[in-house]
């Protein structure tokens, strides 16, 4: 193993750490570099793939020719062979004029193929005949056309899962899969957690100005113990959340367990985070997206309900009909605001808020908008199936500290879905 390379390479990309699974990984990459050879790269979730590719075309005789990085989950189902392979004018509805498409773009440098495991079955094909023949043909278009283009891949999907069931071909694996290089989860890398939290720290100070956060003994040992399921984006994650909100600048373990560090790995349903080779579902359209959300929001609705019916059902027993309004005394602690809103308490201290005043539980039901549990709750006007979609997608997200990959998962939808609904959405700022 060149070591002074290594550290050479880590310098120049700003990768941080020095366990053995990171520098082999390091290792492999330069020592395929300069070969033609397709490169695979594995690993969980927010373990550092993107880098790799990068050092792999900077090191090749290719370094002086295009690098394209492609997300292949990102790219709707459609268009990915268009933008993969390119397409005559007029080949199909809206294509107004020619396109080169990314193999034809990048003849002699490298392509790299993220989320290679979202490829559709069709398109697996077509990169098959171009890996093996250097051979493709635009979408509309019968003529051949040849290209000189490096492969390197990455996933984080369990590629032999989705080969058993039929979502990947195992061809196009192998011809992948040639130089297989494993990037190890956080949790494996010993010392490289706690260097890392110290580059992200003194990042983060200087962004800032604020004095880098420090760990205890006790944060350190915790810190190491943890099973880190969203790996080194995680840890980012945690290290700025901390930097930013605590008062304190000597972190302890106490102060971690606050953010949810424990040293058990299964709990607080992080766990959800770590399946980069578990149970995947893999829903393809949006229906079965609003099926899903639907039946949540149905038991939601159903616990909210419930909630309701116990804490306020004394007001549907008061003498005032359906479109009387509720003396003010009627209903606990209700409160006119200036803006022509109403507050009233539940006995258990929750504050929820009307945009008309509460006439009876019924009537406040029928007006359905729960915006937060936390204090203070705002009912109103329904929600869209929009606006309902719009939030889980975005609560997910972060609840899941950015990984797409993690929040299709929990939501049960592909990558792809999820993908076109954040740029729907606008979720990608
Ligand atoms: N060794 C490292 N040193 C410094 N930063 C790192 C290192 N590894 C990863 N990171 C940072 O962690 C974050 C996640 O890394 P990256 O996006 O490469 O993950 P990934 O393996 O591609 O995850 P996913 O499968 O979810 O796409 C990035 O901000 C990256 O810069
Ligand atoms: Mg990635």
């Known amino acids: 193993m060149d070591t002074s390379n290594i550290q050479q390479i880590k310098q120049r990309y700003g990768i941080v750490g020095n366990s053995d699974g990171l520098n082999r990984a390091l290792d492999i990459a330069i020592q395929v570099a300069p070969t033609d050879l397709s490169v695979l790269i594995i690993g969980e979730s927010g373990v550092g793939k993107e880098v790799l590719p990068r050092v792999i075309h900077d090191n090749s005789a290719r370094k002086h020719s295009k690098y394209f990085a492609i997300n292949c989950g990102s790219i709707p189902e459609g268009t990915i062979d268009s933008e993969l392979f390119g397409h005559s004018k007029g080949a199909f509805t809206g294509a107004v004029s020619e396109r080169e498409g990314y193999f034809g773009a990048a003849n002699k440098g490298t392509l790299f193929l993220d989320e290679v495991g979202e490829l559709p079955i069709a398109t697996q094909a077509r990169l098959l005949r171009v890996l093996e023949t250097g051979e493709y043909i635009r979408v509309g278009e019968s003529e051949v056309r040849k290209t000189d283009v490096r492969i390197v891949a990455a996933t984080n999907v369990n590629m032999q899962k989705a080969i058993r069931e039929g979502r990947f071909r195992e061809d196009l694996f192998y011809r992948l899969n040639t130089i297989p290089i494993s990037l190890p989860p956080l949790r494996e890398r010993g010392r490289d957690i706690e260097m890392l939290f110290r580059k992200f720290a003194i990042e983060i100070s200087e962004k800032y100005r604020r004095e880098p956060i420090r760990l205890t003994p006790d944060a350190r040992d ?16 945690l290290t700025e959340q ?3 909100i605590s008062s304190e600048r000597e972190i302890t373990s106490e102060i971690l367990k606050q953010y949810g560090v424990t040293d058990d790995s299964t709990e607080g349903g992080l766990v959800l985070t ?17 099926f899903h959300l639907l039946t949540k929001i149905g038991n939601e609705m159903k616990d909210l309900k419930d909630y309701v019916r116990s804490n306020i059902g004394n007001m549907q027993h008061h003498p ?3 479109n009387t309004p509720a003396r003010h005394d009627d209903i606990m602690n209700v409160e006119a605001l200036s803006d022509n809103r109403y507050t009233f308490g ?20 029928k007006q359905r908008r729960f915006v937060d549990s936390e204090p203070e709750t705002i009912i109103e006007s329904p929600l869209t199936i929009k606006d309902v979609e719009k939030l889980k997608i975005s609560d997910t997200l972060q609840r899941n500290n950015g990984s797409r990959r993690n929040t299709s998962i929990e939501l049960g939808i592909s990558e792809r879905t999820l993908y076109r609904k954040i740029k729907e959405y606008g979720l990608d700022i």
């Open 242 to 244: 901390i930097s930013i």
């Open 274 to 290: 770590n399946t980069g080779s578990t149970n995947q579902h893999s829903y393809e359209n949006e229906r079965e997206l609003l």
């Open 222 to 237: 915790l810190l190491m113990a943890y099973k880190w399921p969203g790996n080194i984006r995680q840890l980012r994650n």
């Open 320 to 322: 005032t009909s359906e």
């Open 346 to 365: 539940t006995d258990d201290g929750m504050k929820i808020t009307t945009m008309s005043q509460p006439h009876v539980a019924s009537q406040a039901q």
